[in-house]
């Protein structure tokens, strides 16, 4: 990514709000597991109670990831229609002359076939591109290449 705020998609976005309420939820369910500063028994409770709390730690750290995302996203705006961003929608032809049009997204969502991830090697390619531009990458059957034909703001997710 460019290292400034990235947009995300909708679809990227709601995938991240459902996380955050799942995580949100396991975390409740971790932390009413803890003593809460009572003495705890023997070695295998204490044991177990650390666990617990490294558990309860590292739910905090995906949360606040997430949560630090979604405020990026925010921040952000809408992708620009200039450059490929995450949450553009891209129109490449490929040298075969098939056209191509794709979502730059940074979550994988589930059966959505003209989703490229960011960090896949078309979408790393492609981030930062303007139309009008050739990108060449390695993909399952080798080399290829395809020309950006347009770049589009939020696409269907």
Excluded: K, N
């Excluded at 309420?21 to 009572?38: I, K, M, P, Y």
């Excluded at 617990?52 to 921040?75: M, N, P, S, T």
């Amino acid at each position: 990514m460019t290292g400034a705020p990235e947009p995300i998609s909708a679809a990227g976005r709601a995938a991240l709000e459902r996380d955050l309420a799942d995580l949100r939820t396991e975390r409740a369910s971790v932390a009413a597991t803890l003593q809460g500063g009572e003495e705890v028994g023997d070695r295998a409770d204490q044991a177990d109670e650390l666990q617990r709390a490294d558990a309860l730690d590292q739910l905090d750290d995906r949360i606040a990831g997430i949560e630090g995302r979604l405020r990026e996203a925010a921040v952000a705006g809408e992708p620009s229609t200039e450059t490929v961003g995450v949450g553009s929608t891209v129109t490449l032809r490929f040298a075969d002359d098939d056209e191509l049009t794709v979502r730059i997204g940074e979550l994988a969502e589930e059966l959505d076939p003209d989703l490229v991830t960011a960090d896949s090697p078309l979408g790393l390619v492609l981030l930062g591109r303007r139309a009008g531009e050739t990108v060449e990458y390695d993909a399952p059957g080798g080399r290829t290449s395809a020309v950006v034909l347009s770049i589009g703001g939020r696409g269907g997710g």
